[in-house]
């Protein structure tokens, strides 16, 4: 079942003009009368055929622009937005076409995100986020046209919003905030206790600077940031509640350091600020205790609560300021001091208002800070490496959505931020690299502590070629991005792909590893069931070795043949 049209205010389908080739104008004409009696599947057709003559620029525009709009209007989001990225801004003249082409991206767009916010799955939440932030990009490029058409039409220097625009800008503001609760509530629900126990120092710890701040704040101007900061912290009873859900037995620290906040929030109500700081502190006290974390692990946590949220220039100082106080061996200095230089970049955007680079500058900076973290870790298990690979992929998806957000125009680039974008691909392959040598190790090791009874090929044989799957998008993301001009669209599926397939196998993974135990304690399988499972651990270790000499360099003199992706 097809997602439920929005609210499209525009469907405009524009004439090629009796200036056109007698033929071209024909198909043309009679492409669009079926596009008006919504019969979609022959307007397709002829546009599709339209497409692949030789037109003038400014014809093939409106060929294109046309064409995507009738999959738009098939609800064929994506193949839409192909069409109309395809159209190169230079040939458009007409600011009618060029407000017509903006509402029509928001609107592929926001179907787009309509469309995966149907699905049960919550892997799509982040690839939401953007296309309800490109949808909103476009909405306002599209208000900035209508206010240029505006004032040439009126000569005046004001202007008012269309009545379309402004209904769908607010839809679409709406469903971005749907999105981001939701990106909220995801990790909330998925997160530790002891992660929880430090969100809650983090914000408790704000909300106390924030009450002495209010405590010097006039009476007669008290009461709307009162409202304001009493909103904030009734909005931490989620947390409260999950981390009681995460313990099965009653904690009484727990339930001590809930009733002092709620005491806390109590208070507040009434206006007794001196009260609410102490009830607050009382609570801290309790969470202090139990939120005992590595510092390096507390602060990648600060970071993704911040980026959950909207940024600001206060979030960010947060992060910078306790950066600064991490400890690091003298090796791993030099990756810090980078990652604080982006965190001040961060900054310095935010400060200019340009937020979707602020937020770039942050996942790059946390993402030195997690490959910080990987240096500190002992055990190089399989799933281990996909986990840092998977995240690292996904940091690089989200850097390059961001750069193309953080655009001035459709067509402008930023070299600063191509090259992070570079940099980020090449150490997701980097990440991914030591993962069939790692699970080489755990074959081995699994054979040598006799633990090769059961079927060895399960889970490897759905593994690895999702990992191999995901791989080769990885390296192909890096063809594209060496292309000019920058083809956002194309990079985007590929990393797309390396996400999606690596999540599968991440997934297999794991759900193999919490069967394995009950499976030991289970009865012995018959012995000629043991020889099978033999046989195929064997084909699966023989596999590995296989693909595992493929890699080695080449000597002089010998051909070259295409090795797998690792």
């Given at each position: ?5 929005p609210?499209f ?7 090629l003009?009796a200036s ?8 043309g004409d ?11 599947t022959?307007?397709s057709?002829l546009y599709?055929?339209l497409s692949?003559?030789?037109?003038p620029d400014?014809?093939?525009a409106?060929?294109?622009y046309?064409?995507g ?9 994506l ?9 190169p ?9 060029l407000?017509s ?8 767009h926001?179907?787009?995100?309509q ?15 953007y296309?309800a932030?490109q949808g909103i990009k ?15 039409e ?15 800008l ?10 981001k ?7 909330i ?9 430090i969100?809650?120092k983090?914000?408790?710890d ?17 009461e709307?940031?009162?409202k304001v900061f ?5 909005t931490?009873?989620p ?8 313990i ?5 620290n ?5 009733k002092h906040?709620s005491?806390?929030i109590?208070y507040?109500?009434?206006?007794q ?6 009830s607050?502190?009382?609570s ?5 205790k139990?939120?005992?974390s ?26 910078i ?7 690091v061996?003298n ?5 810090l001091?980078?990652?604080?230089k982006?965190?001040n970049e961060s ?5 200019e ?8 500058y942050?996942?790059?900076?946390q993402?030195i800070l997690?490959n910080?973290?990987l ?11 996909l986990?840092?690979?998977l995240?690292?992929?996904?940091a ?23 090259s992070i ?10 990440q991914a ?14 054979f ?9 090929s399960h889970p ?8 191999e ?10 063809v594209w991005m060496a ?15 390396t996400?999606k ?5 991440l997934?297999?993974?794991e ?8 499976e ?7 012995q ?6 033999k046989?195929d651990?064997?084909?699966t270790?023989?596999?590995i ?8 360099p080449?000597?002089?003199g010998?051909?070259?043949q295409e090795g797998?992706?690792?």
């Amino acid at each position: 079942m097809k997602s439920r049209l929005p609210l499209f205010l525009l469907y405009l389908f524009f004439h090629l003009h009796a200036s056109a080739e007698e033929s071209t104008a024909q198909i043309g004409d009679q492409a669009k009368a079926f596009a008006e009696t919504l019969d979609f599947t022959q307007a397709s057709l002829l546009y599709e055929e339209l497409s692949k003559r030789q037109l003038p620029d400014w014809q093939q525009a409106l060929v294109l622009y046309n064409w995507g709009t009738v999959k738009l209007l098939q609800q064929e989001w994506l193949q839409a937005l192909h069409l109309f990225h395809s159209i190169p801004s230079s040939s458009i003249s007409s600011p009618l076409l060029l407000r017509s082409l903006a509402l029509n991206k928001a609107a592929a767009h926001l179907g787009q995100a309509q469309l995966l916010a149907t699905l049960t799955t919550q892997e799509t939440l982040d690839e939401q986020l953007y296309l309800a932030w490109q949808g909103i990009k476009e909405l306002k490029e599209a208000t900035a046209i209508d206010c240029r058409m505006q004032r040439m039409e009126q000569d005046s220097s004001t202007c008012v919003p269309t009545k379309d625009l402004t209904t769908l800008l607010k839809k679409a503001l709406l469903t971005l905030d749907q999105i981001k609760q939701k990106l909220r509530s995801q990790y909330i629900s998925s997160a530790g206790s002891n992660s929880l126990w430090i969100i809650l120092k983090t914000a408790l710890d704000n909300l106390s600077k924030q009450l002495s701040a209010l405590e010097h704040i006039p009476a007669s101007q008290k009461e709307p940031y009162s409202k304001v900061f009493l909103t904030q912290s009734q909005t931490l009873f989620p947390i409260w509640d999950q981390l009681k859900s995460n313990i099965s037995e009653a904690d009484s620290n727990i339930e001590e350091a809930l009733k002092h906040y709620s005491e806390a929030i109590i208070y507040l109500e009434e206006q007794q600020l001196g009260q609410a700081q102490k009830s607050l502190q009382s609570s801290l006290q309790i969470i202090e205790k139990m939120a005992a974390s590595n510092p390096l692990d507390t602060l990648l946590l600060n970071y993704r609560i911040t980026l959950l949220q909207d940024i600001n220039e206060s979030a960010i100082q947060s992060l910078i300021n306790e950066q600064m106080e991490l400890v690091v061996d003298n090796a791993q200095k030099a990756n810090l001091e980078t990652a604080t230089k982006f965190l001040n970049e961060s900054l310095h955007a935010a400060q200019e208002g340009q937020l979707f680079k602020a937020r770039f500058y942050i996942i790059y900076s946390q993402s030195i800070l997690e490959n910080l973290a990987l240096e500190t870790e002992e055990e190089k298990a399989p799933i281990n490496v996909l986990k840092h690979a998977l995240q690292t992929a996904q940091a690089a998806q989200q850097l390059t959505q961001l750069a193309h957000l953080a655009e001035s125009s459709p067509n402008s680039s930023n070299a600063d931020l191509l090259s992070i974008i570079r940099k980020q691909q090449d150490d997701t392959l980097k990440q991914a690299a030591p993962f069939i040598p790692s699970l080489l190790d755990a074959q081995k090791s699994a054979f040598n502590n006799q633990k090769g009874s059961h079927c060895q090929s399960h889970p490897w044989n759905q593994v690895i070629p999702l990992f191999e799957k995901g791989y080769l998008a990885a390296k192909q993301a890096k063809v594209w991005m060496a292309l000019q001009p920058f083809q956002a669209l194309a990079l985007f599926d590929q990393q797309k792909q390396t996400v999606k397939n690596w999540q599968q196998a991440l997934k297999i993974l794991e759900q193999a590893a919490s069967s394995a135990e009950p499976e030991s304690n289970q009865n012995q399988p018959p012995q000629s069931q043991k020889s099978s499972a033999k046989e195929d651990s064997n084909e699966t270790l023989q596999m590995i070795q296989e693909m595992q000499s493929q890699d080695q360099p080449q000597k002089k003199g010998q051909a070259q043949q295409e090795g797998h992706s690792w």
